[in-house]
């Protein structure tokens, strides 16, 4: 299979998959943010939850995989 533009380093796919990492890091960081306290007296304990401690990290880390993946991929 013979590249589509010799003279370009990433294809159409490599630009697809690179979209679909960034995609995935930002909702990693939408999912982490938020959660302040109305007050500043009070300790507000939804910023210890499952989605900003465990599920968002985990998001944003796979969309760099995504995005290496995305760039050393050659089709």
Do not use: C, D, W
Request: aromatic share 14%; charged share 15%; hydrophobic share 50%.
């Amino acid at each position: 299979m013979q590249p589509e533009n010799p003279r370009m380093p990433l294809t159409r796919k490599n630009y697809i998959i690179l979209a679909i990492g960034f995609a995935i890091v930002l909702l990693g960081f939408v999912l982490m943010a938020g959660g302040g306290s109305h007050s500043t007296t009070e300790f507000n304990y939804e910023i210890f939850s499952f989605r900003r401690i465990t599920l968002a990290p985990i998001l944003v880390v796979g969309g760099f995989v995504v995005e290496i993946y995305g760039i050393l991929k050659r089709y």
